[in-house]
């Protein structure tokens, strides 16, 4: 997200969105993680992770089925 020459903003982007993040990522800034789900008014969690959140499977699961109830609540 955000990285220059690709500024643009991801087309496509559901109502109901969520932004995961890894307050230790080096390959994509936190800044934009916020920056993304802020402009989105998506729901933001930021673990105390790397870029590829390895260490939080269990929590990365808890939030997948959190996100998923909520869309099956907004579709019912």
């Given at each position: ?26 390959v994509v800034?936190?800044?934009r993680g916020?920056?993304?789900?802020q402009k ?37």
């Amino acid at each position: 997200l955000y990285f220059p020459g690709w500024d643009e903003e991801p087309q496509g982007i559901p109502a109901l969105c969520s932004v995961v993040h890894g307050w230790n990522d080096d390959v994509v800034p936190v800044e934009r993680g916020i920056r993304f789900a802020q402009k989105h008014r998506a729901a933001l969690h930021l673990l105390n992770s790397d870029h590829g959140l390895n260490d939080q499977l269990s929590t990365l699961a808890l939030l997948f089925g959190d996100l998923l109830q909520r869309t099956q609540a907004e579709t019912s």
